[in-house]
């Protein structure tokens, strides 16, 4: 029998592998969603994740087990996102445990790690289902202790035995869970977890592999393991935005500002006309650009997109970010006194965030549809609420776990998570919270209000299938609730309309109809009028969010 046992050096291998087969495979990954809808992201959020985590692995310098045990533990504790990067974290997390005070792994303790990592996940969340990474996960293990009571200690067969009954169960959740089945996809965050254990394995088996990453973590490349891909780009940001003009450009304004453009960037597309200039430049300063930009008018659809860092989210909503930090700096500007309790909302959408902050939100951290926060992201946010109590609004079922996480980080402050799972019910919090109550005494009635709120949201499919017997074809639009999608066809305010419709009951008072980017006022006053004309007895109001993905965001009280 083999006595091949596996050091610090090739576990960090076989870790970092693990890491770039997962990130090759994320597109994909994220297609295995079960509602076709844009903002798929379990192969992102489990990319992200693990990729946190290996930017702390490439730093360490005097490699030893207890550092790389750390680092991973750590690195994606911090940087988990979604609901399957905060299981896949905590997968990690039980399984450094174990191995932190080993000199190598054999069978035995690997055996027990997987054991522990599996034990460690299930604590995390509070409702387990069967039929998804976790049931994965439990099958690895499973096999990992037969095959240790079978005495195989041989590694390689021990690897190859146990990622083929993990591929095993996984082809087999559809039949655990219903939704998988009808929508003909297996569970995304299983085949998450599969295809890191499937890298991990061919670094243990000495294949050649390229370590290097397109998908960094935010803050960094990974130090000593990644090649670098930075001193190919000479100007670091792809900027766009929109000017809306204070009047239409004389041919020599228009001429000097091209070449303004060009004296700090590469890349330079200008379309002017009467109302407007389109503008995109490759710079390595956005603040200069969008600074002249300013003297020819106001600016809107701002983009900027770091391309030495792009690699990691092609969709993410920098122009937010931009909006987020320049707002967060003017808050800065005259300390604020602590108080008993404060809030940190997640919203995406300029419209949203200003909704938030006036209804009493100390801070709005960007994130939502397409992109989850980490928890390390909730946490620093969470630092800057002045408030000795902090409820956090995640405003989306795939952030909730990752707040969580973050209230086990937090050291200084108590953070509560009201586990909003839509904008609207992050809105009604807010709106019954009262200053005077304890934070125990607002928690319980926060959470007894948001229950009574029902949610639309209307995007479009991006793939054909048939889910709860509605035959839906990739490019219409649909109208989901929290649990199922409500109707789909062709045509937008329709099929906002009949989701709306689905809900409404005797007890239905208020719509509160908030409107994306991609709608225009007119168009969601034209819906909002309907709904009117349809239902007298109840009030519509509509407010613009300015959200990405989603088209209307629809609450019925």
Request: net charge negative; hydrophobic share 40%; charged share 30%.
């Amino acid at each position: 029998m083999s006595t091949q046992k596996i050091d610090a050096h090739l576990l960090r291998k076989m870790f970092l592998a693990g890491a770039k087969n997962l990130e090759s495979k994320k597109e994909w990954i994220n297609e295995l969603n079960v509602f076709p809808v844009p903002d798929g992201d379990t192969g992102t959020n489990m990319t992200l994740t693990i990729l946190s985590a290996a930017k702390d692995v490439g730093a360490i310098e005097n490699l030893n087990m207890e550092l790389l045990a750390k680092a991973i533990s750590s690195g994606s504790l911090k940087g988990a996102r979604g609901n399957s990067g905060v299981i896949l974290s905590q997968l990690l997390r039980g399984f450094s445990r174990v191995v932190k005070d080993q000199e190598a792994l054999d069978a035995e303790i690997i055996a027990e790690a997987f054991e522990k990592a599996v034990e460690t996940a299930y604590k995390a969340v509070m409702k387990p289902k069967e039929g998804t990474i976790l049931t994965v996960a439990s099958a690895a293990r499973d096999r990992a202790l037969e095959l240790l009571d079978e005495g195989v200690d041989d590694l390689a067969a021990f690897f190859e035995e146990i990622i083929k009954e993990a591929d095993d169960c996984l082809s087999r959740t559809p039949d655990m869970l219903p939704v998988l089945k009808e929508a003909g996809v297996v569970d995304s965050g299983g085949q998450g977890l599969v295809e890191i254990l499937r890298g991990a394995f061919d670094a243990f088996l000495g294949k050649e592999i390229d370590y290097s990453f397109s998908a960094g973590p935010a803050g960094g490349s990974l130090t000593k393991i990644t090649k670098e891909t930075e001193e190919e780009i000479r100007f670091g940001y792809c900027t766009e935005y929109i000017i809306v003009l204070n009047r239409p450009l004389k041919d020599n304004e228009e001429r000097e500002y091209k070449n303004f453009l060009q004296s700090i960037g590469d890349s330079i597309v200008v379309v002017a006309d009467d109302d407007i200039v389109k503008t995109h430049v490759h710079t390595n300063d956005p603040g200069v650009a969008l600074t002249r930009a300013l003297t020819l008018g106001s600016l809107s659809r701002i983009k900027i997109d770091n391309m030495r860092e792009e690699h990691q989210e092609k969709l993410f909503k920098d122009a937010e970010k931009l909006a987020a930090a320049q707002a967060a700096e003017s808050m800065k500007e005259a300390p604020k006194e602590e108080k008993n309790i404060g809030f940190l909302a997640v919203a995406a959408g300029e419209g949203l965030k200003a909704i938030f902050l006036d209804l009493g939100a100390d801070e709005v951290l960007s994130g939502g549809q397409t992109m989850n926060p980490s928890a390390g992201d909730i946490l620093e946010a969470a630092k800057k609420v002045p408030a000795k109590n902090v409820f956090l609004l995640p405003n989306n079922k795939n952030i909730i776990l990752a707040a969580e996480q973050a209230v086990k980080l937090s050291e200084d402050k108590k953070l509560i998570v009201l586990p909003t799972t839509t904008i609207p019910q992050g809105i009604t919090a807010l709106v019954n919270f009262v200053a005077e109550m304890s934070p125990e005494e607002n928690e319980k009635r926060i959470l007894q209000e948001i229950a009574l709120v029902k949610t639309v949201q209307v995007t479009y499919a991006v793939r054909d299938t048939e889910l709860y017997g509605i035959k839906i074809k990739e490019g219409d639009y649909m109208g989901l609730d929290d649990k199922q999608i409500l109707f789909s066809g062709p045509d937008r305010e329709e099929t906002a309309f009949q989701a709306v419709s689905a809900l409404m009951d005797e007890e239905s008072g208020v719509i509160s109809l908030y409107f994306g980017e991609d709608v225009t006022e007119e168009e969601a006053s034209a819906l909002a009028d309907r709904l009117e004309e349809s239902f007298p007895e109840v009030e519509v109001e509509v407010s613009e969010g300015g959200q990405s993905v989603y088209y209307y965001i629809i609450s019925i009280e």
